[in-house]
């Protein structure tokens, strides 16, 4: 047998190997995005940043899920039109791909759903469809656009929708830290980051965190072991079902990024890290975590933090003479 075939066979081992440990993980790695359609991603990105979707001409998308801070905006409740208080926390856009259903609630069964949602919520971007359509209508460098990504100037909302959607699949954040010790990196983590992991095994947060998002993939009840007093009026997946057992059921959280995406739940009420995790362990695992541990765990959750959404910002094509105009203070 030659020396090469040796090592080759060696190699071969010790990537099944690697692979063996990854896929025996209840969380497995982000990969980059797969785009099909780049001239619709492109199109998406226009409208994600345009602030002509709202009626004040002051709100996008980007202000409630920021790309500069992780997806989101950082407040305990989004500001909409108006300067209204929103009723909820916004959850991060990143790798929200990987959501079983969009909002808390599960409202909108995907992201093309979901992105016609706040341009025609009065407490959001305060617009309607029709008035999106008709704006953008006015608009050559849209109609170019939509041509471009479609086959046709034609502008609609589903081919709104589309396009914003096409664009937020493409902002997932692969190579955390965490992710190269799943692909075999050991030197990767710490030893407290490590223990952290163990602790959040050991403990149950992986029954409802798991996946490449660590996180939603399902509903669960907030205050599965002790009450948990929201200060958001939202009552979860009852909103959707009607059933009174889905009340207070919320859409598992994302972890991924979770360092840049305080506040933290659906009621924006832990400020830090370490508030949420001490509030998790003892609502949901009727578990009071030590400051040791309570270290340890967050330790391992900033090792979630992966490569941000990198990409030239969209230069928008300019609004024509018949494009309406803004009324922000209406």
Request: charged share 20%; with cysteine; aromatic share 8%.
């Amino acid at each position: 047998m030659s020396l090469r075939f040796t090592l080759s066979l060696v190699a071969l081992a010790c990537a099944g190997l690697a692979h063996a440990t990854t896929t025996q993980e209840p969380i497995q790695p982000i990969q980059p995005a797969k785009v099909s359609n780049p001239a619709a991603v492109e199109l998406g990105k226009m409208l994600f940043f345009d602030t002509r979707l709202s009626k004040s001409g002051f709100i996008s998308c980007n202000s409630c899920h920021n790309l500069s801070m992780g997806g989101t905006d950082n407040l305990k409740t989004s500001i909409g039109h108006g300067w209204q208080k929103g009723p909820i926390n916004a959850p991060t856009v990143l790798n929200s791909r990987f959501n079983l259903a969009q909002f808390w609630d599960g409202r909108a069964a995907n992201l093309k759903a979901q992105a016609g949602g706040p341009i025609a919520n009065p407490g959001e971007m305060a617009f309607t469809h029709e008035l999106a359509v008709e704006t953008l209508k006015t608009i050559p460098g849209y109609l170019s656009a939509f041509r471009k990504a479609y086959g046709s100037d034609e502008v609609s909302v589903d081919r709104i929708t589309s396009a914003i959607a096409a664009f937020e699949e493409t902002l997932v954040t692969p190579n955390a830290r965490f992710d190269k010790w799943l692909k075999g990196d050991k030197k990767a983590l710490t030893a407290d980051e490590l223990a952290g992991y163990k602790l959040f095994k050991d403990s149950g947060c992986v029954a409802c965190h798991n996946g490449p998002a660590v996180g939603g993939g399902s509903f669960q009840k907030m205050g599965l072991v002790e009450p948990y007093k929201a200060s958001s009026p939202a009552e979860g997946r009852v909103a959707v079902t009607g059933k009174d057992a889905d009340r207070f059921n919320i859409k598992v959280p994302t972890l991924r990024n979770v360092e840049l995406t305080y506040p933290y739940f659906h009621d924006g009420a832990a400020n830090t890290l370490p508030e949420a995790v001490d509030t998790m362990g003892r609502v949901q695992l009727g578990k009071k975590f030590t400051a040791e541990e309570n270290a340890r765990i967050v330790a391992f959750l900033r090792t979630l933090t992966g490569d941000q959404p990198r990409f030239t910002l969209p230069i928008l094509p300019p609004s024509a003479d018949a494009t309406p105009r803004p009324r922000p203070f209406e």
